[in-house]
């Protein structure tokens, strides 16, 4: 049973920067993609950004030239670099972790959840 553990979740000002990590432990975490959804109050789950097996990513528009997806295999975490922040980021961060089928993203397990908060 796979276990994905969010950190770095915090309150910043807009322009701010955090950097959220996702430590995986329980399946074997290099053989699987990756990725990263946010959810706010009455909405539904949205896909940020996933990382391939091979490293490549793919993002948001609405994140697109801002957050930063990224893996090291050799111990076993997801991150997500997030920069230029803006209030509309403020959400609860997943991880996720999952596999691409026909060009499309399936999550297999989920983490627990880190909140954002972007506010002056």
């Known amino acids: 049973q796979v276990q994905l553990v969010e950190s770095g979740g915090g309150l910043v000002q807009p322009g701010g920067s955090l950097r959220l990590s996702c430590a995986a432990s329980g399946s074997r975490f290099s053989i699987y993609a990756m990725g990263w959804y946010r959810q706010t109050p009455g909405k539904q789950r949205d896909l940020v950004a996933t990382?391939?097996?091979?490293?490549?990513?793919n993002y948001a528009d609405s994140v697109k030239g801002r957050f930063t997806i990224s893996r090291d295999n050799a111990k076993s975490t997801l991150y997500l670099q997030m920069n230029s922040l803006k209030p509309d980021d403020t959400a609860v961060y997943y991880c996720?972790?999952?596999?691409?089928?026909?060009?499309?993203?399936?999550?297999?397990?989920w983490g627990q959840g880190t909140q954002v908060t972007v506010s002056s």
């Open positions: 996720n972790m999952g596999s691409f089928r026909s060009g499309s993203y399936y999550v297999r397990s």
């Open positions: 990382i391939t097996t091979t490293h490549n990513a």
